[in-house]
């Protein structure tokens, strides 16, 4: 839960600026997709921690990509179109060619894609397809915020890579790590723990080194 609280302050900070700024989606729309994903696994195992702990981080998540949505730059967008409203904005991108709606359509795509498998396979066949799409989400939402590294580097500034998210990245890793291997002996609950670790640890260090001054 930790890890999906991680985020609020730079979603407080889209909010109050009103700008997405130079954050990447990614961690937000895998977050909302790789919680989903597990929902399913932890259901289909029967685990009821990887539920509630991803239940609740799936809702989290789902708000945190409204938000990005409210404020993201729709008139960089390629399918901008002389609309009023904001809304209409939206409907527009989500309809077209930009970030916002590349996200939306492999976040739902892969979300539907789960469920038919889920009605066609069987909950036994089933699991292992959840399982996995579980592990290549997970990967993406801890690597997610490597995009800014470049950046950070060039700029010698980490505003861009949130320090909330970094260490609670790495606390959530271990969490998960250790629950994988020693108690549920999954390498798909694991092994994406392990990958977080080192891309959690190397957020932390450019932050270390760099701070979050323009």
């Given at each position: 839960i930790a890890l999906k609280l991680s985020p609020l302050p730079s979603i407080l900070r889209i909010s109050r600026e009103r700008t997405t700024g130079g954050l990447p989606l990614l961690p937000y729309s895998a977050m909302a997709t790789m919680t989903f994903s597990l929902v399913i696994y932890g259901l289909l195992v029967g685990d009821t921690r990887i539920v509630g702990t991803h239940g609740a981080g799936h809702i989290l998540s789902l708000a945190y990509c409204a938000t990005f949505g409210k404020h993201y730059d729709y008139g960089n967008a390629p399918e901008k179109k002389a609309t009023a409203g904001k809304s209409s904005k939206i409907l527009s991108a989500l309809s077209g060619g930009s970030e916002i709606a590349t996200h939306f359509r492999w976040g739902t795509g892969i979300a539907t894609a789960l469920l038919v498998a889920v009605a066609v396979l069987g909950r036994?066949?089933?699991a292992p397809v959840a399982g996995a799409t579980s592990v290549v989400l997970s990967c993406l939402m801890y690597t997610g915020p490597l995009a800014a590294l470049k950046e950070a580097i060039r700029s010698r500034s980490a505003r861009n890579i949130p320090l909330p998210y970094a260490f609670a990245s790495i606390v959530n890793a271990i969490a998960w790590t250790v629950y994988g291997f020693f108690r549920r002996h999954d390498w798909m609950v694991w092994a994406p723990g392990l990958i977080g670790i080192v891309s959690a640890?190397?957020?932390?260090?450019?932050?270390?080194?760099?701070?979050?001054?323009?």
């Open positions: 036994e066949a089933a640890g190397m957020q932390v260090v450019v932050n270390v080194c760099y701070g979050s001054e323009d």
